[in-house]
């Protein structure tokens, strides 16, 4: 019988591989990572043209993608260091402090990350380097927690209000790789495609950490512990609305036909669904379609500004 390989005899490679695995999906983050990043390019692109005078451009996803998917991942070594002391107190079982990896070895590959995402940027059209750098600025702030972690942890609307500008700025990247130079970024097209940003993020935010009452732990901070479920349900349905109007505004603004704002419509009906649905009887299943139904609504926001209009250019053609 072959022993079992304890995280001390793995390699770095097979511990990083079991760590992805439980703290960041890589297949499962990167599609969705790719269909956001990849909607933020196309929508630059569509910016850059003139009505229907535009092409899709597949580098531009490519590197928006390839860069995002390293900002999220850097997002999530973060909070390894963010969280190590509660998690050593409170979730012994996760990756870090049961002893499969060190922190000294994420921020290795933290390290390594930003070496791929700077070559990348610098490749493709170099005056991207400076968004690159004021999103890496921004993550850097929000590591040491703005240098005031006791008073963002006793202000928690403030602590997700601050962390979830994060958002807007890696859309910022992917939108300015559409849009191929620097100095077009500024915008009411940008601006408002930068507010849906932070709206599907505190939505996906507030809906993931919205939980049944049986399900909560102690150390472990939760909206719906800090609001009671329904609170927290509220808040997620109002962040829908924000993020489900904003998308509807844009794609007006931008002229795109009514029909294209069905995806929306369907999307927000069914996250009002499951908030109602959990509001009246908060168990964990609900509280997993809250959260699902969040993403899946941010998914159809991005299908209505910018990859449906993509595929009806294509079409078109």
């Not at 490679?13 to 992805?20: I, N």
């Not at 002893?99 to 991207?128: C, H, I, K």
């Not at 999103?135 to 601050?162: D, Q």
């Amino acid at each position: 019988m072959t022993a079992a390989v304890t995280p001390a005899r793995a390699s770095l490679a097979s511990r990083l591989w079991v760590y992805q695995r439980e703290r960041f999906p890589i297949f499962k983050h990167g599609a969705l990572i790719l269909v956001f990043s990849g909607g933020e390019a196309l929508y630059g692109a569509r910016l850059r043209g003139s009505g229907m005078d535009w092409r899709p451009d597949g580098w531009a996803i490519l590197v928006a993608a390839a860069v995002c998917f390293g900002f999220f991942l850097q997002l999530r070594i973060a909070d390894e260091h963010k969280d190590a002391e509660d998690d050593r107190l409170w979730r012994p079982e996760r990756a870090v402090p049961r002893g499969l990896v060190t922190l000294g070895e994420l921020r290795g590959v933290a390290a390594a990350v930003a070496f791929v995402q700077l070559g990348l940027t610098v490749l493709y059209a170099w005056p991207l380097a400076i968004v690159l750098g004021l999103v890496w600025g921004y993550m850097a702030l929000m590591t040491v927690e703005f240098f005031a972690p006791a008073f963002l942890r006793r202000r928690p609307v403030l602590y997700l209000v601050s962390h979830m500008v994060v958002m807007p700025l890696i859309a910022l990247f992917s939108v300015t790789c559409g849009l191929r130079r620097i100095e077009a970024v500024p915008g009411p097209g940008v601006a408002a495609f930068l507010v849906l940003a932070y709206c599907n993020g505190a939505m996906i935010e507030i809906g993931r950490k919205t939980w049944a009452p049986q399900s909560e732990r102690e150390g472990v901070e939760t909206y719906s512990k800090l609001w009671g479920a329904r609170g927290a349900a509220l808040a997620t349905g109002a962040a829908a609305l924000a993020a489900a109007a904003t998308a509807i505004f844009i794609q007006q603004m931008t002229g795109l036909a009514v029909w294209l704002d069905l995806p929306v419509l369907a999307a927000f009906a069914w996250a009002c669904h499951t908030v109602r649905s959990f509001i009246r009887a908060p168990t964990p299943p609900r509280a997993s379609a809250v959260e699902t139904a969040a993403g899946f609504l941010g998914l159809a926001t991005y299908l209505g500004v910018a990859w449906l209009p993509t595929a009806l250019r294509v079409l078109a053609r």
